[in-house]
């Protein structure tokens, strides 16, 4: 350990590392894929949902006691449901994992948001409950905790210092985002409205991970800077070719040979 730390201390030497970051490609990509999953853990909409749940769940129709008590659920769901993601993420994939929970958030949000439609209380208080809950159970094992697994693997030894800041930086800044817009949309759009932009920006973030993000499960640092010394024109055409191939595997149920 003390030959790989002086090593680095060595490579460190001379170089404005702040701006290898972007100069660099196989560190450009590695940043552009980190800011990406750290962006979308903000813009998933998650924290709209933690720091406002209770006041959710009293405008759908909950008691005082009654939203709090939810709002306690959810935090337990979201610890619970964080637990597979033990096994998950060196199994599955970080990739995977992202690629599979974007498109249901986006669907737990509208059904939240759609939920306030519903002209019953009854009905009303059962969607944004299902939605709530449905959106912390899919989030927990996806993006809650690949982004910073993802960030902390993604960069070379002698930079991961300032890329892992970056990313962590980007994950507040974006928060800060959210938290203080929130109310402002809330009263524009409404509820269907600001949850409906929400789900807009998982499936957007879906996108950008399929282009842009590569998988990094099991792969030595070595692996890693070939991984990311892929030019991301062609990792986004890679990504492309999955879409087809994801249609015929997982909906029309046939095995189309992987790539």
Same mark, same amino acid.
């Given at each position: 350990?003390?030959?790989?730390? /002086?090593?680095?201390?060595?490579?460190?030497? #001379?170089?404005?590392?702040?701006?290898?970051?972007?100069?660099?490609?196989?560190?450009?990509?590695?940043?552009?894929?980190?800011?990406?999953?750290?962006? #979308?853990?903000?813009? @998933?909409?998650?924290?709209?949902? =933690? !720091?406002?749940?209770?006041?959710?769940?009293? $405008?759908?129709?909950?008691?005082?006691?009654?939203?709090?008590?939810?709002?306690? #659920?959810?935090?337990?769901?979201?610890?619970?449901?964080?637990?597979?993601?033990?096994?998950?993420?060196?199994?599955?994939?970080?990739?995977?994992?992202?690629?599979?929970?974007?498109?249901?958030?986006?669907? @737990?949000?509208?059904?939240?948001?759609?939920?306030?439609?519903? %002209?019953?209380?009854?009905? &009303?208080?059962?969607? =944004?409950?299902?939605?709530?809950?449905?959106?912390?159970?899919?989030?927990?094992? #996806? /993006?809650?905790?690949?982004?910073?697994? !993802?960030?902390?693997?993604?960069?070379?030894? !002698?930079?991961?210092?300032?890329?892992?800041?970056?990313?962590? *930086?980007?994950?507040?800044?974006?928060?800060?985002?959210?938290?203080?817009?929130?109310?402002?949309?809330?009263? *524009?759009?409404? %509820?269907?409205?600001?949850?409906?932009?929400?789900?807009?920006? @998982?499936?957007?973030?879906? =996108?950008?991970?399929?282009?842009?993000?590569?998988?990094?499960?099991?792969?030595?640092?070595? $692996?890693?800077?070939?991984?990311? *010394?892929?030019?991301? &024109?062609?990792? *986004?055409? !890679?990504?492309?070719?999955?879409?087809?191939?994801?249609?015929?595997?997982?909906?029309?149920?046939?095995? +189309?040979? +992987?790539?």
């Amino acid at each position: 350990m003390h030959v790989l730390l /002086e090593a680095e201390n060595e490579m460190k030497k #001379g170089r404005n590392r702040i701006l290898e970051m972007f100069t660099i490609p196989r560190n450009r990509n590695a940043t552009l894929a980190s800011l990406i999953v750290m962006f #979308g853990q903000q813009f @998933c909409g998650v924290n709209v949902i =933690v !720091y406002y749940s209770s006041n959710i769940f009293s $405008e759908s129709g909950f008691s005082t006691g009654s939203a709090l008590a939810g709002s306690v #659920g959810f935090g337990a769901l979201n610890w619970l449901f964080a637990l597979p993601a033990v096994f998950t993420i060196d199994t599955f994939g970080r990739r995977n994992l992202l690629l599979f929970t974007f498109p249901l958030l986006a669907i @737990c949000l509208l059904i939240t948001g759609f939920s306030f439609w519903d %002209p019953s209380e009854k009905g &009303r208080v059962t969607g =944004v409950s299902i939605g709530m809950y449905l959106f912390t159970i899919f989030y927990s094992p #996806g /993006e809650g905790p690949v982004p910073f697994t !993802y960030s902390a693997e993604a960069f070379p030894l !002698y930079i991961r210092d300032l890329g892992m800041s970056l990313a962590t *930086a980007t994950t507040w800044f974006w928060n800060f985002v959210l938290v203080v817009t929130w109310p402002s949309m809330l009263l *524009a759009f409404k %509820p269907q409205g600001a949850f409906g932009w929400y789900a807009a920006w @998982c499936m957007i973030v879906w =996108v950008l991970v399929l282009l842009f993000v590569r998988e990094t499960k099991g792969r030595t640092l070595e $692996e890693l800077d070939q991984v990311f *010394a892929v030019p991301a &024109r062609t990792h *986004a055409a !890679y990504g492309l070719r999955q879409i087809p191939y994801g249609i015929k595997k997982f909906i029309l149920f046939q095995n +189309p040979t +992987p790539e």
